[in-house]
């Protein structure tokens, strides 16, 4: 890999951080040769501190070190993404992220019905939505609307129209989000068993 430091009078190049898993940004830090050279050899993602004039290993003080898992330069080599295991908040103020946000796995549309889905069970003796009148009937009937659907799912895996395929599974997997949630739980909580089988 080859990264020019010699774009920047000081010689530093930024160095974006990313969760390796959830991929949320965490900080900008800035490095130089020898901050890259000591990320690579310890594992623990070091700066240059400008404020400080000196290397700096995020985590000295804190212990909230981010382990290194890659690194890839840009297109021009004068850029890093470093994609890391955070141990702990990444910012000093002791949030996730240097921008107050949460370090949450997301996954992007599916979140977001989540996220309605969970709005529409809070109300549901008010919401007069499809999902809230499931919620309000109770953890049977959405159990027998997700077998329902993944009957229709197998009737049209071995049929040859695509269109009538995608339907039914979309229509599965909304009613296992809603059944997921009924039970006190959210696809993040399924993707951990998945994970925890890889091992």
């Avoid at 009078?9 to 900008?28: F, G, N, R, W, Y």
């Avoid at 992007?108 to 069970?121: A, D, M, N, V, Y």
């Avoid at 809603?178 to 993040?188: D, E, N, P, S, Y």
Wanted: glycine share 4%.
């Amino acid at each position: 890999m080859k990264i020019d430091y010699t774009k920047n009078p000081d010689a530093l190049i930024p160095a974006i951080i990313q969760d390796a898993k959830t991929k949320t940004v965490l900080m900008l830090g800035y490095m130089n040769e020898e901050a890259y050279t000591k990320t690579l050899e310890t594992k623990k993602v070091t700066f240059f501190s400008r404020s400080k004039n000196r290397l700096w290993t995020k985590g000295e003080e804190s212990g909230n070190f981010l382990n290194l898992v890659d690194i890839k330069v840009d297109c021009d080599n004068d850029t890093l993404l470093v994609k890391v295991n955070p141990n702990g908040p990444t910012c000093h103020k002791g949030s996730d992220n240097c921008w107050q946000e949460s370090n949450n796995q997301e996954y992007g549309f599916i979140s977001k019905l989540e996220k309605t889905i969970q709005e529409r069970k809070e109300n549901a003796t008010s919401d007069k939505s499809y999902v809230a009148s499931l919620f309000e009937k109770g953890i049977n009937k959405i159990a027998q609307k997700v077998g329902e659907e993944a009957i229709e799912v197998v009737i049209e895996a071995k049929d040859n129209n695509d269109n009538l395929f995608l339907d039914e599974s979309a229509d599965l997997l909304f009613h296992y989000l809603i059944l997921l949630q009924a039970k006190g739980f959210t696809m993040q909580d399924v993707v951990s068993v998945l994970e925890n089988r890889e091992k």
